[in-house]
Structures are given as C-alpha cells and as structure tokens.
C-alpha cells in the first residue's frame, strides 16, 4: 500500500484546509485507512479514520470539526478541517492498517505516508 498526502500550509486560526492523501496497491484489503497527526514534542495521535467494518471515528480534540470522505474508488482520502486552532498544527499523515495472519488488525501491518505540514497561525 502506497499512500502520499498533499495540502497542507499555513492558514490562520478559525480557517478552512483540506488534505488529501492518494492510496495505491491493497487499499481494499486494509482493516482501518485514516489521518493521523505529529505535533512536536507530542506522540503521534489518530485524528480521523475509517474501518473496514463501515464505521467512521474521529479524535475528541476534532469532532465536529474535522471530517474524512473518500472516493468512490476509494483511491483518494481526504480531511476536511473547519475551525482551525492552533493546536491543531503539526504533520499530517495518512495511514492504514491491515490485518495479520488472523485477519485482526495488526500493527506489523501499519503504512504510513510521507507527512504534510499545517500549520495554523493565531
């Protein structure tokens, strides 16, 4: 699974910034295919992903402000991000997890894209 995000810049606090992530090889295989977030000094954190099973999550710190869509294909992903604040700056990352040898989501099985800085000015 190849996965590149794109659209990240700068934006000031309360804007608008769409990214989207372009997913190629066994996108259709994977157990979850979201959007995760690195600020620094912080721990990577999953701010929006989809399931296999059909459902669609999404971090505290984001609800009602951020949301994922994808394509029909499924080729593309994006993150829709209303109401910035600057704690939401950091890398953005796509990413996806597929499942081991039980079929269960397994970390061994993590992609993860090149990042896309945002960064939100107050």
């Known amino acids: 699974v190849q996965l590149q995000a794109s659209g990240g810049g700068l934006v000031q606090a309360g804007g608008p910034l769409r990214l989207s992530c372009a997913a190629s090889?066994?996108?259709?295989?994977?157990?979850?295919m979201g959007w995760s977030r690195q600020a620094p000094g912080k721990q990577r954190e999953l701010v929006a992903y989809f399931t296999s099973g059909g459902s669609t999550n999404y971090a505290d710190s984001v609800k009602g402000r951020f949301t994922i869509s994808r394509d029909n294909a499924g080729n593309t992903m994006y993150l829709q991000m209303n109401s910035l604040k600057s704690e939401d700056t950091a890398v953005y990352y796509c990413?996806?997890?597929?499942?081991?040898?039980?079929?269960?989501?397994?970390?061994?099985?993590?992609?993860w894209g090149q990042g896309t800085q945002v960064t939100v000015s107050s």
């Open positions: 090889g066994r996108t259709f295989s994977m157990n979850v």
């Open positions: 990413y996806a997890r597929g499942p081991g040898p039980f079929g269960v989501p397994d970390p061994n099985f993590d992609y």
